[in-house]
């Protein structure tokens, strides 16, 4: 895109004028205006001939002309009027409207004109061709109703008229300029009137007629502007709208900016109307916007620039919700301020027509919608327009029903912009709705994928999706086994699509709670916490639609203490969301707690049902009575079965027998409370209750199903299955009632699966006729599993055949766990916990039978005997006692609960006797004394318990093996079991002296670790504390040191002052200066006055924190290397040692610190800390030291140094450096007197010099 061009001649955008700007009038007040008609004159004179000078017939232009020019027209033909006349008086007729007289004048004048030369004909057939031109664009483009098509003057009719006028201009002078001009029109206009190009294949250039048309347009354009040097502005405009016309935004951009540029005084065409759609259609509307408001500004009765705002604010209230208080405010001033405007300048104007329409039809003003509608198809010129013309008839005719009109109008919509995969959207899809009206689905779900693939619209998705979920929701409620995954995939994935949409905060799309209630029943079975979520959003949709009002809110109080009344605001936020809960549609609040339900959530589930029932009686106002009941009936049923659920029989008795009531043939009410009148009174009045609810509804499926249960509990195994009760009820069920009753399917197979369980296999007949029972019941198995794939007990019985007939644990496992995902009962997880137990992996069996113990059967025998001998294999594979008590712990509860079962009994003496002959087979290490004589006591009891159950009527083994056994317990086990307690008693009294004894070394070995631990630590303690107080004393010495030093240097400067007799001033004696590098540049000059004199100079420039030089700024390291290298292996040569040891004290404070390194370093930051204090008193203890120690040691350098001359000037400042870096502000020759006063003392310290280093 091109940016605006800067205008030329310092004229901003649209401030031109046509005439200059003067002093008294303000720039911002030149308002261009319209220069269209302006060079007419208010009156001709026409001469009449014969007649000399005054005689001429005046014609006022401005006043009223006549209707009727006949006269007018007599008078020019009789006259002779030149052309100049002929076209005047024409134009004056076309500014007034009157149109068809102008063309009428033309005409005449032409025929008038016919005798001349034919170049005097060219003006007047230029003028004729511009108002069959003008004339194209106030006709209409269809021929009115009731209109003779002969008869009829549309747009192509003036066309035609204007291609023959230009065709004879052309013939006369076809280079004649303004035919250019005029003939790039005539194309512009004319491919108005020709159909959108439809859709090409990528990369194929687009060939249509209406391109070719506007191809033409632009040549002609720009020959217009080649003859006229580029300075034809109507031209470029014309050039610009060619290009808008073909999609090339940003070129038609750059023209009309060129065009403003030119020309900024030009209102009438306006450029800033093109510019602000060029800026619309790139997707800059807030600067289409900023142009159109200043067109509107330029002139205030611009229709074009009102409605294009009234566009644009409608546009900015369409992404908004109707709730925003923003949207009434845009969408008023879209109508009331601009549309309204715009219709009262020209009540004609197609696009106003379109945008009124709209409005009207939202109101169902229909009679205004189809008149507007019609009047903007018929007067535009655009194709756009005249295809929204046919979609408001087509809404109009969706809204009366009439399918047959409205499948045509909307084809029109759609084809007026190009149709196929062009087109208009919104007519595709209205023409979708159609055909889902129609019940067409398949035609419309084939619309909808192309329009989802070509534009990704929200509408086509949500319908196209809904489309599917319908398909699915069909096939459920049917009860088909057609598969519809497919759909259910497709239906999720772009209601999926549509909920991410809703996120993009640029898109501002309110979501839509039909999407997620569909999607929610489309998740509810492989994935219900997802549906409960999408219910949660729902729930919360319908909350901020609540008025204010009836969404209270919690007022904390002011002396509330949040620590202690937790709990209290928690019950009351929980009573707030329950009363607001309470004003939601109790639909919505029913399936909520029908998904708490399911995930075993019932405190949850009974809170949403109550709250859905205080809904319903709270919303009995509004809806129908009827409905009402079947609301509360309903839930109040889903509430009995939650309370059921949670153990509540007697609350959900309660809520059953309410039911009944009100509604006393309510099957499944009936069904559920003898249920639970059977479960309470197994023996007495549930019988009864079943026996009654069979007799009064035999027909119903699900009370065959519970009496099948029922006689499936109560009955008596027979020895031959066509004999067994139960197996001819549901055979029953399944000939005479329903031959698909999935549960009676279910109860064939089990009776088949437990009547081959218990069958004989001998022989090889028996084992076939075992093989051939197992079959069976997989046949009845796998008939429900094809009428339900969620038929989890079904395909739970298959896998108990696997187990039971083929012996395949590892597939019936996988079967299981599947099974578990589907439903949570018990016996999943033991059926589970038998096929780990035969795969031995014990654990796992373990894991599984305990869950089933959670599920409602803590007190079921047959679990508790499951768990016990899989404890007692998984003990004797790892001969472990502590497993093998656990499966006689398992094995007494079982019989506990269940004494008159003698196999409970066996159970306990088996294991008791397991116990009894592991224990004697461990060795006396891996077993404890009280172990065997607990084995022992045991032993004795299952010898008891076998000759007791022996003597049984129905022993669960042979009589001669159990005897045997016991006689094998009394015989042999008892006496291995006596000697090992003799062993074991004799081997822990050897044991225990020596246990004893070792315990004891042990605590003594523990007790002197343990002085050793605090010896040490009260040595650490006690070194710790020498150390700090011989920290504490060498600070003090320093301090007391550095007062000293500061007390002698400052008696040093007074005598190096002193009084010049005016005023008392002090003047600081001259010292010599120089050193070596000086002594090499004038001899006379001592060597230990230029020595101390460069250490004066590199001293005082640090004293007066002057600016150091490179050399100076040199890192510390550099310049030992260098001294290094100068002294060779005997570092002393040029550089002492940094402690100065002259004390017995010292010495030993350094053997400390040479014992405890780490002593030493804490010793160097304390010393670091004590300087920093002397620095902040003024005087720096490590200053005085160095300086001293420096000084002192200046004299041996100086001896040593007499001969080397040689020695180069860098070395020398190296020197200088090091002097200075010891030093710091002292130095030099008052260094050295400093250390001469003070060399004699015995009171120097060992100090730190400052860089942290040893060298």
Same mark, same amino acid.
């Given at each position: 895109?091109?940016?605006?061009?800067?205008?030329?001649?310092?004229?901003?955008?649209?401030?031109?004028?046509?005439?200059?700007?003067?002093?008294?009038?303000?720039?911002?007040?030149?308002?261009?205006?319209?220069?269209?008609?302006?060079?007419?004159?208010?009156?001709?004179?026409?001469?009449?001939?014969?007649?000399?000078?005054?005689?001429?017939?005046?014609?006022?232009?401005?006043?009223?002309?006549?209707?009727?020019?006949? %006269?007018?027209?007599?008078?020019?033909?009789?006259?002779?009027?030149?052309?100049?006349?002929?076209?005047?008086?024409?134009?004056?007729?076309?500014?007034?409207?009157?149109?068809?007289?102008?063309?009428?004048?033309?005409?005449?004048?032409?025929?008038?004109?016919?005798?001349?030369?034919?170049?005097?004909?060219?003006?007047?057939?230029?003028?004729?061709?511009?108002?069959?031109?003008?004339?194209?664009?106030?006709?209409?483009?269809?021929?009115?109703?009731?209109?003779?098509?002969?008869?009829?003057?549309?747009?192509?009719?003036?066309?035609?008229?204007?291609?023959?006028?230009?065709?004879?201009?052309?013939?006369?002078?076809?280079?004649?300029?303004?035919?250019?001009?005029?003939?790039?029109?005539?194309?512009?206009?004319?491919?108005?009137?020709?159909?959108?190009?439809?859709?090409?294949?990528?990369?194929?250039?687009?060939?249509?007629?209406?391109?070719?048309?506007?191809?033409?347009?632009?040549?002609?354009?720009?020959?217009?502007?080649?003859?006229?040097?580029?300075?034809?502005?109507?031209?470029?405009?014309?050039?610009?709208?060619?290009?808008?016309?073909?999609?090339?935004?940003?070129?038609?951009?750059?023209?009309?900016?060129?065009?403003?540029?030119?020309?900024?005084?030009?209102?009438?065409?306006?450029?800033?109307?093109?510019?602000?759609?060029?800026?619309?259609?790139?997707?800059?509307?807030?600067?289409?916007?900023?142009?159109?408001?200043?067109?509107?500004?330029?002139?205030?009765?611009?229709?074009?620039?009102?409605?294009?705002?009234?566009?644009?604010?409608?546009?900015?209230?369409?992404?908004?919700?109707?709730?925003?208080?923003?949207?009434?405010?845009?969408?008023?001033?879209?109508?009331?301020?601009?549309?309204?405007?715009?219709?009262?300048?020209?009540?004609?104007?197609?696009?106003?027509?379109?945008?009124?329409?709209?409005?009207?039809?939202?109101?169902?003003?229909?009679?205004?919608?189809?008149?507007?509608?019609?009047?903007?198809?018929?007067?535009?010129?655009?194709?756009?327009?005249?295809?929204?013309?046919?979609?408001?008839?087509?809404?109009?005719?969706?809204?009366?029903?009439?399918?047959?009109?409205?499948?045509?109008?909307?084809?029109?919509?759609?084809?007026?912009?190009?149709?196929?995969?062009?087109?208009?959207?919104?007519?595709?899809?209205?023409?979708?709705?159609?055909?889902?009206?129609?019940?067409?689905?398949?035609? =419309?779900?084939?619309?909808?994928?192309?329009?989802?693939?070509?534009?990704?619209?929200?509408?086509?998705?949500?319908?196209?999706?809904?489309?599917?979920?319908?398909?699915?929701?069909?096939?459920?409620?049917?009860?088909?086994?057609?598969?519809?995954?497919?759909?259910?995939?497709?239906?999720?994935?772009?209601?999926?699509?549509?909920?991410?949409?809703?996120?993009?905060?640029?898109?501002?799309?309110?979501?839509?709670?039909?999407?997620?209630?569909?999607?929610?029943?489309?998740?509810?079975?492989?994935?219900?916490?997802?549906?409960?979520?999408?219910?949660?959003?729902?729930?919360?949709?319908?909350?901020?639609?609540?008025?204010?009002?009836?969404?209270?809110?919690?007022?904390?109080?002011?002396?509330?203490?949040?620590? %202690?009344?937790?709990?209290?605001?928690?019950?009351?936020?929980?009573?707030?969301?329950?009363?607001?809960?309470?004003?939601?549609?109790?639909?919505?609040?029913?399936?909520?707690?029908?998904?708490?339900?399911?995930?075993?959530?019932?405190?949850?589930?009974?809170?949403?049902?109550?709250? =859905?029932?205080?809904?319903?009686?709270?919303?009995?106002?509004?809806?129908?009575?009827?409905?009402?009941?079947?609301?509360?009936?309903?839930?109040?049923?889903?509430?009995?079965?939650?309370?059921?659920?949670?153990?509540?029989?007697? &609350?959900?008795?309660?809520?059953?027998?309410?039911?009944?009531?009100?509604?006393?043939?309510?099957?499944?009410?009936?069904?559920?409370?003898?249920?639970?009148?059977?479960?309470?009174?197994?023996?007495?009045?549930?019988?009864?209750?079943?026996?009654?609810?069979?007799?009064?509804?035999?027909?119903?499926?699900?009370?065959?199903?519970?009496?099948?249960?029922?006689?499936?509990?109560?009955?008596?195994?027979?020895?031959?299955?066509?004999?067994?009760?139960?197996?001819?009820?549901?055979?029953?069920?399944?000939?005479?009632?329903?031959?698909?009753?999935?549960?009676?399917?279910?109860?064939?197979?089990?009776?088949?699966?437990?009547?081959?369980?218990?069958?004989?296999?001998?022989?090889?007949?028996?084992?076939?006729?075992?093989?051939?029972?197992?079959?069976?019941?997989?046949?009845?198995?796998?008939?429900?599993?094809?009428?339900?794939?969620?038929?989890?007990?079904?395909?739970?019985?298959?896998?108990?055949?696997?187990?039971?007939?083929?012996?395949?644990?590892?597939?019936?496992?996988?079967?299981?766990?599947?099974?578990?995902?589907?439903?949570?009962?018990?016996?999943?997880?033991?059926?589970?916990?038998?096929?780990?137990?035969?795969?031995?992996?014990?654990?796992?069996?373990?894991?599984?039978?305990?869950?089933?113990?959670?599920?409602?059967?803590?007190?079921?025998?047959?679990?508790?005997?499951?768990?016990?001998?899989?404890?007692?294999?998984?003990?004797?594979?790892?001969?472990?006692?502590?497993?093998?008590?656990?499966?006689?712990?398992?094995?007494?509860?079982?019989?506990?609960?269940?004494?008159?079962?003698?196999?409970?009994?066996?159970?306990?003496?088996?294991?008791?006797?397991?116990?009894?002959?592991?224990?004697?087979?461990?060795?006396?290490?891996?077993?404890?004394?009280?172990?065997?004589?607990?084995?022992?006591?045991?032993?004795?009891?299952?010898?008891?318990?076998?000759?007791?159950?022996?003597?049984?009527?129905?022993?669960?083994?042979?009589?001669?093996?159990?005897?045997?056994?016991?006689?094998?317990?009394?015989?042999?086990?008892?006496?291995?079991?006596?000697?090992?307690?003799?062993?074991?008693?004799?081997?822990?009294?050897?044991?225990?002296?020596?246990?004893?004894?070792?315990?004891?070394?042990?605590?003594?070995?523990?007790?002197?670790?343990?002085?050793?631990?605090?010896?040490?630590?009260?040595?650490?303690? &006690?070194?710790?504390?020498?150390?700090?107080?011989?920290?504490?004393?060498?600070?003090?010495?320093?301090?007391?040191?550095?007062?000293?030093?500061?007390? &002698?240097?400052?008696?040093?400067?007074?005598?190096?002052?002193?009084?010049?007799?005016?005023?008392?001033?002090?003047?600081?004696?001259?010292?010599?200066?120089?050193?070596?590098?000086?002594?090499?540049?004038?001899?006379?000059?001592?060597?230990?006055?230029?020595?101390?004199?460069?250490?004066?100079?590199?001293?005082?420039?640090?004293?007066?924190?002057?600016?150091?030089?490179?050399?100076?700024?040199?890192?510390?390291?550099?310049?030992?290397?260098?001294?290094?290298?100068?002294?060779?292996?005997?570092?002393?040569?040029?550089?002492?040692?940094?402690?100065?040891?002259?004390?017995?004290?010292?010495?030993?404070?350094?053997?400390?610190?040479?014992?405890?390194?780490?002593?030493?370093?804490?010793?160097?930051?304390?010393?670091?800390?004590?300087?920093?204090?002397?620095?902040?008193?003024?005087?720096?203890?490590?200053?005085?030291?160095?300086?001293?120690?420096?000084?002192?040691?200046?004299?041996?350098?100086?001896?040593?140094?007499?001969?080397?001359?040689?020695?180069?000037?860098?070395?020398?400042?190296?020197?200088?450096?090091?002097?200075?870096?010891?030093?710091?502000?002292?130095?030099?020759?008052?260094?050295?007197?400093?250390?001469?006063?003070?060399?004699?003392?015995?009171?120097?310290?060992?100090?730190?010099?400052?860089?942290?280093?040893?060298?």
């Amino acid at each position: 895109m091109t940016p605006m061009t800067p205008i030329r001649g310092g004229l901003a955008n649209g401030h031109g004028s046509v005439t200059p700007m003067t002093p008294a009038t303000p720039y911002s007040d030149i308002i261009p205006s319209s220069l269209r008609f302006s060079d007419i004159p208010p009156t001709v004179d026409i001469p009449i001939l014969g007649v000399g000078e005054g005689g001429e017939v005046e014609v006022d232009l401005e006043g009223a002309l006549m209707d009727d020019p006949t %006269e007018l027209i007599m008078l020019l033909e009789n006259e002779g009027a030149p052309k100049a006349l002929w076209m005047t008086i024409s134009a004056a007729y076309a500014k007034q409207g009157k149109t068809d007289n102008a063309i009428e004048l033309l005409t005449k004048g032409l025929s008038a004109l016919a005798r001349g030369e034919a170049k005097e004909k060219l003006p007047l057939l230029t003028c004729l061709c511009w108002l069959f031109l003008w004339k194209s664009r106030e006709a209409p483009r269809t021929v009115p109703e009731g209109t003779l098509v002969s008869e009829a003057k549309t747009k192509d009719y003036y066309l035609q008229a204007s291609t023959a006028t230009l065709n004879e201009a052309s013939r006369i002078n076809p280079a004649f300029p303004p035919l250019y001009l005029a003939r790039g029109v005539l194309y512009l206009l004319r491919s108005s009137l020709q159909p959108p190009s439809k859709s090409t294949g990528e990369g194929t250039p687009d060939q249509s007629e209406r391109v070719e048309t506007l191809r033409q347009a632009i040549k002609c354009f720009e020959d217009a502007l080649r003859v006229s040097g580029g300075k034809n502005m109507m031209a470029l405009l014309g050039k610009a709208r060619a290009n808008f016309s073909l999609g090339k935004y940003a070129e038609a951009l750059e023209g009309y900016q060129e065009v403003l540029t030119g020309r900024p005084d030009l209102v009438d065409p306006d450029p800033r109307i093109g510019i602000g759609c060029c800026f619309w259609m790139l997707g800059f509307k807030d600067d289409a916007k900023i142009a159109w408001e200043r067109a509107l500004e330029l002139n205030p009765e611009s229709k074009v620039a009102n409605i294009l705002l009234a566009l644009y604010y409608l546009n900015a209230s369409s992404s908004l919700p109707t709730t925003d208080p923003n949207f009434a405010q845009l969408y008023k001033k879209a109508i009331n301020e601009y549309t309204q405007r715009a219709f009262k300048i020209d009540k004609g104007y197609p696009l106003t027509c379109t945008t009124f329409s709209g409005y009207f039809f939202s109101h169902r003003n229909m009679n205004h919608v189809e008149n507007l509608a019609r009047k903007a198809i018929e007067y535009t010129d655009v194709n756009a327009i005249a295809s929204d013309g046919w979609y408001l008839l087509a809404r109009k005719s969706h809204y009366d029903n009439d399918n047959e009109r409205t499948s045509e109008y909307y084809r029109r919509a759609d084809e007026a912009r190009g149709g196929m995969e062009k087109g208009y959207l919104p007519a595709k899809f209205g023409i979708a709705q159609l055909q889902v009206l129609s019940d067409d689905l398949d035609g =419309a779900k084939f619309r909808l994928e192309k329009i989802v693939q070509q534009s990704k619209s929200l509408e086509a998705m949500t319908l196209l999706a809904t489309l599917y979920a319908e398909d699915v929701f069909k096939n459920q409620a049917a009860g088909f086994r057609e598969d519809k995954s497919n759909e259910s995939k497709k239906a999720i994935g772009l209601f999926e699509n549509v909920r991410l949409a809703w996120k993009d905060p640029k898109r501002n799309i309110k979501p839509d709670s039909a999407v997620l209630l569909n999607l929610a029943r489309l998740y509810e079975i492989d994935h219900p916490e997802k549906s409960l979520q999408l219910l949660q959003q729902v729930e919360q949709m319908e909350i901020e639609m609540l008025p204010e009002s009836d969404r209270p809110t919690r007022i904390k109080a002011e002396d509330e203490d949040e620590d %202690e009344d937790k709990d209290k605001v928690a019950e009351e936020e929980a009573a707030l969301t329950a009363t607001i809960r309470e004003k939601l549609p109790p639909q919505l609040l029913n399936n909520m707690g029908c998904f708490q339900y399911q995930a075993e959530k019932y405190d949850l589930a009974r809170e949403m049902f109550q709250t =859905a029932l205080n809904a319903c009686v709270k919303s009995e106002p509004k809806t129908d009575k009827a409905d009402i009941d079947a609301l509360v009936t309903t839930i109040s049923f889903n509430l009995a079965r939650t309370y059921e659920a949670a153990g509540l029989l007697d &609350e959900a008795k309660s809520v059953y027998e309410g039911l009944l009531k009100l509604h006393d043939d309510y099957t499944d009410a009936l069904t559920r409370l003898s249920y639970i009148t059977l479960r309470q009174s197994p023996n007495g009045d549930g019988p009864k209750a079943v026996a009654k609810l069979y007799q009064s509804d035999s027909t119903n499926l699900e009370v065959r199903a519970l009496y099948g249960w029922y006689l499936g509990k109560s009955k008596k195994r027979a020895a031959n299955i066509a004999e067994d009760p139960e197996q001819r009820h549901y055979k029953h069920t399944l000939q005479h009632h329903d031959k698909h009753d999935r549960y009676s399917l279910t109860g064939m197979g089990n009776l088949y699966l437990m009547t081959a369980r218990e069958m004989r296999r001998d022989t090889d007949f028996d084992k076939d006729k075992r093989r051939k029972t197992y079959e069976k019941a997989v046949e009845f198995f796998d008939k429900a599993v094809q009428l339900d794939a969620k038929n989890a007990y079904a395909a739970q019985g298959i896998g108990i055949a696997l187990i039971e007939d083929k012996r395949d644990f590892a597939g019936a496992v996988q079967i299981f766990m599947k099974v578990k995902e589907t439903i949570r009962d018990a016996s999943v997880f033991i059926n589970l916990g038998h096929a780990y137990a035969e795969l031995r992996q014990y654990s796992r069996a373990i894991e599984n039978y305990e869950a089933a113990l959670a599920k409602d059967r803590a007190n079921d025998p047959q679990i508790l005997a499951c768990l016990g001998r899989v404890w007692l294999l998984k003990g004797k594979q790892e001969k472990n006692i502590a497993s093998m008590k656990n499966s006689l712990e398992y094995s007494q509860r079982a019989l506990e609960i269940a004494p008159e079962q003698i196999h409970f009994k066996f159970n306990v003496a088996f294991v008791q006797f397991q116990i009894a002959l592991l224990i004697i087979s461990l060795s006396e290490g891996s077993r404890t004394l009280v172990d065997l004589e607990a084995a022992a006591v045991g032993l004795d009891e299952a010898i008891e318990s076998f000759t007791e159950i022996a003597h049984s009527k129905n022993p669960p083994y042979p009589k001669n093996d159990i005897e045997s056994r016991a006689n094998m317990g009394r015989n042999t086990t008892r006496r291995q079991v006596e000697r090992a307690v003799q062993t074991q008693r004799d081997y822990e009294e050897r044991n225990a002296a020596k246990l004893q004894e070792a315990r004891m070394l042990r605590e003594e070995d523990m007790r002197q670790k343990e002085e050793a631990r605090r010896k040490a630590e009260e040595a650490a303690r &006690e070194q710790q504390r020498r150390i700090a107080e011989e920290r504490q004393k060498i600070l003090e010495r320093d301090r007391e040191l550095a007062e000293k030093r500061a007390e &002698e240097e400052r008696k040093k400067e007074e005598e190096n002052y002193t009084s010049d007799g005016e005023g008392g001033k002090k003047k600081r004696l001259k010292r010599g200066t120089g050193g070596k590098r000086k002594k090499k540049m004038e001899d006379g000059d001592s060597e230990s006055d230029g020595e101390g004199g460069g250490k004066s100079r590199a001293r005082s420039g640090t004293s007066a924190s002057a600016p150091q030089s490179e050399d100076e700024e040199r890192p510390q390291r550099t310049k030992r290397r260098k001294l290094e290298k100068r002294g060779g292996a005997n570092s002393n040569k040029f550089k002492s040692s940094e402690m100065v040891h002259e004390s017995d004290d010292e010495d030993s404070g350094e053997n400390a610190d040479a014992q405890n390194p780490n002593d030493s370093a804490d010793r160097m930051q304390v010393d670091a800390a004590g300087t920093a204090d002397a620095i902040v008193a003024g005087v720096s203890d490590d200053d005085e030291e160095t300086a001293h120690t420096v000084g002192r040691r200046s004299r041996k350098k100086i001896a040593r140094r007499v001969g080397s001359d040689s020695e180069d000037e860098g070395e020398d400042e190296n020197e200088a450096e090091v002097s200075t870096t010891r030093g710091g502000d002292e130095g030099g020759t008052n260094g050295a007197a400093a250390a001469s006063d003070g060399g004699d003392e015995d009171e120097d310290a060992p100090m730190d010099d400052g860089d942290g280093s040893d060298d």
